[in-house]
Every structure is written in C-alpha cells, then in structure tokens.
C-alpha cells in the first residue's frame, strides 16, 4: 500500500548551518512529491515540488532532490534561519486518471520537527 | 497574498451534538478539499470537491460527514454526530487546478469533542 515516512522524527540546527530532512515513499506510481512547512497555529505551506521523472529542483535557499532507486526524498535547507523553525511534511501524489474524474490523492507523511537555536 | 480563511480557530463540542466548520476558499480557486490532523499524526485527506459534487473522499469520510458549498465563497464540513474520536485538527485547502501539489491550507479548526 501506499505510505510515506520519515528517518527523523526531530532535527535540531545552529542559524547559518545547512539542514537536510529525509523522507522515504513506498508508491513508486507516485507523479508528484512535495515538501510542506507547517509552522505553530498554522496550516501546511507549501514549499517546493518534485516530478517523478526529474532528480533535483532548487527554489530560493531549498534544494529537493529525489532517488527513485531507493525511493528516497529529500529537502535541503540552505543557511537555516530561525524562522525555518516549523513541522517539514513529505507527501506525494499521484496525478487523475486521464480522462476520468478520479483525483489525485495527497499522502502525507509524519513530520519532522526542525529547530533552528539562534 | 490570498489565503484561506477556517472559523472558529476552537471548537469544543459534546459527543453526539452536530458542528459545523467554516471556510472560504481563495477566490478564483474551484477545488476544495477537507483534511485533517490528529495530535502527533499525520495529516490525513477526508474529500475533495468540485463543480458543487464530491469528486473523491476517504474511508474516514463516512455518512457523519458532509460537505457543502451554500454560496459563492463558503465550504462548510459538517459532522452530524460527534464522536471523541473526531477530535482534531481540520484543515480546508482550495487549489486551482486538479492537480493537487499546490494546495493552499487554511490556519485550521481544532475540533475538541468532550
């Protein structure tokens, strides 16, 4: 069946250091992956995303790279700051059939909770 | 920027009683989606909606639940009958399109059924 998880559950950095949190994904038919940050009070924003067919995508100070040999994802934070501080999701999707009305369903994965000591 | 807006932020409710939570989606978004978290759990998915119908819903989603959209900016989840088990965190997210990677999440409802 399908599930997502975490290595680490907690990950704790100093300001200005590099974070990495890792996810692991068992559905190798999932089309998307996607990295949220939820911070306390609030619901989860989206960070960046991922196709399947691609290994790597950089936004602003966020790398994602994914390994579908090991079914493994990745978020790299570069130069972590306080306000980093927050829950990391995981998820993936996989896209709606074509042509029919069935959706794409979002799976998440636990969290990982990133504190970043000033 | 547009957000999501959820009302209230609390709920506490008595088991069996019926509540309603409240949403307005981003503005020119057509999909909307109920999730939900429970303390320490992942983020769960209930139901999507489009074009005033369900498009898909989970095994959570049973006869409790219902979504509706009364007017041109709200979506409303309702649970007829709470049960304990229900206490949680209730996220709505609207999205442009059908493809779900960039769901816009709302700041939530925690649910506390006693």
């Known amino acids: 069946g399908e599930s997502v998880g975490l290595h680490l559950p907690t990950l704790s950095v100093q300001e200005g250091d590099n974070s990495i949190i890792n996810c692991a994904y068992s559905?190798?038919?999932?089309?998307?992956f996607i990295w949220y940050k939820q911070e306390s009070g609030k619901g989860p924003q989206f960070i960046i995303d991922i196709r399947s067919n691609m290994d790597k995508r950089q936004g602003q100070r966020v790398t994602v790279l994914l390994n579908k040999t090991v079914k493994h994802l990745s978020l790299q934070i570069a130069a972590t700051q306080p306000g980093d501080s927050a829950v990391y999701f995981c998820a993936e999707i996989s896209l709606p059939n074509a042509g029919g009305t069935s959706y794409g369903k979002l799976t998440f994965g636990q969290g990982t909770i990133l504190t970043v000591h000033p | 920027e547009p957000e999501v807006t959820q009302t209230p932020s609390h709920q506490v409710t008595q088991m069996g009683q019926e509540v309603i939570l409240r949403c307005v989606p981003i503005?020119?978004?057509?999909?909307f989606y109920w999730y939900r978290q429970i303390l320490g759990q992942k983020v769960e998915f209930l139901v999507s909606f489009y074009n005033n119908e369900i498009s898909e819903k989970s095994e959570i989603f049973d006869d409790q639940f219902s979504v509706e959209r009364p007017d041109g900016s709200n979506f409303t989840l309702k649970i007829r009958s709470t049960k304990l088990e229900d206490s949680a965190m209730y996220f709505c997210?609207?999205?442009?399109?059908?493809?779900?990677?960039?769901?816009?999440f709302g700041s939530g409802t925690q649910l506390s059924v006693l």
């Open positions: 559905n190798s038919a999932s089309d998307y």
């Open positions: 997210a609207s999205s442009e399109d059908r493809v779900r990677e960039k769901l816009f």
């Open positions: 503005s020119n978004h057509l999909y």
